[in-house]
């Protein structure tokens, strides 16, 4: 029997990070100890501020190597109004020396978002990794969005409105709202 398939491989994390915008433009914090679990044996995350948010991907994947993106221009009606712009998160992953490791999902509408006829599905789990959470991101149309050079602290108009889900392992459903 392979215990990878069982409950993440044993990959949780034990406690939220309380994962920030970093001081520095372009990094994350934590504001609390991570004690967490990998492959079953325990680590410890330290409170540590401006870690870089770098995304590699390879070529294949058929989006930017960076894991960037810009919103899109088509418009959608919402209960709150009309909505354009794109919103994707960005999973974040720790290993056991406790460096951070962000990994895309997929792109969605934030108003096909809102009316429940597209779920923000949350980027799949990595081996060796643990899920400490995820980074929300939402651009207005024609604004792009490039890890660990925005500014996490703007808004969808400028630079992306930013967003953190501090998890224990990746949610077995994805965003609906």
Same mark, same amino acid.
């Given at each position: 029997?392979?215990?990878?398939?069982?409950?993440?491989?044993? !990959?949780? /994390?034990?406690?939220?990070?309380?994962?920030?915008?970093? %001081? =520095? &433009? *372009?990094? +994350?914090?934590?504001?609390?100890?991570?004690?967490?679990?990998?492959?079953?044996?325990?680590?410890?995350?330290?409170?540590?501020?401006?870690?870089?948010?770098?995304?590699?991907?390879?070529?294949?994947?058929?989006?930017?190597? !960076?894991? /960037?993106?810009?919103?899109?221009?088509?418009?959608?009606? %919402? =209960? &709150? *109004?009309? +909505?354009?712009?794109?919103?994707?998160?960005?999973?974040?992953?720790?290993?056991?020396?406790?460096?951070?490791?962000?990994?895309?999902?997929?792109?969605?509408?934030?108003?096909?978002?809102?009316?429940?006829?597209?779920?923000?599905?949350?980027?799949?789990?990595?081996?060796?990794?643990?899920?400490?959470? =995820?980074?929300?991101?939402?651009?207005?149309?024609?604004?792009?969005?490039?890890?660990?050079?925005?500014?996490?602290?703007?808004?969808?108009?400028?630079?992306?409105?930013?967003?953190?889900?501090?998890?224990?392992?990746?949610?077995?459903?994805?965003?609906?709202?």
């Amino acid at each position: 029997m392979d215990n990878l398939q069982l409950s993440q491989g044993g !990959n949780f /994390a034990l406690a939220s990070g309380a994962l920030a915008a970093g %001081t =520095a &433009a *372009g990094t +994350v914090k934590t504001t609390a100890v991570i004690p967490y679990v990998i492959d079953g044996q325990f680590y410890s995350k330290a409170i540590t501020d401006n870690m870089a948010v770098s995304v590699t991907l390879p070529a294949t994947w058929g989006v930017a190597t !960076n894991g /960037a993106f810009t919103g899109e221009n088509r418009t959608v009606q %919402t =209960a &709150a *109004g009309a +909505v354009t712009g794109s919103v994707r998160l960005y999973g974040i992953y720790m290993d056991t020396a406790g460096a951070l490791s962000f990994f895309p999902g997929p792109i969605a509408h934030p108003g096909d978002l809102a009316n429940g006829t597209v779920p923000l599905q949350f980027p799949a789990n990595r081996r060796g990794r643990v899920f400490i959470g =995820a980074m929300r991101v939402q651009v207005n149309a024609g604004v792009t969005f490039v890890p660990g050079t925005n500014a996490l602290g703007g808004t969808a108009a400028t630079t992306g409105l930013v967003t953190f889900i501090n998890c224990a392992t990746i949610p077995g459903e994805p965003l609906r709202s």
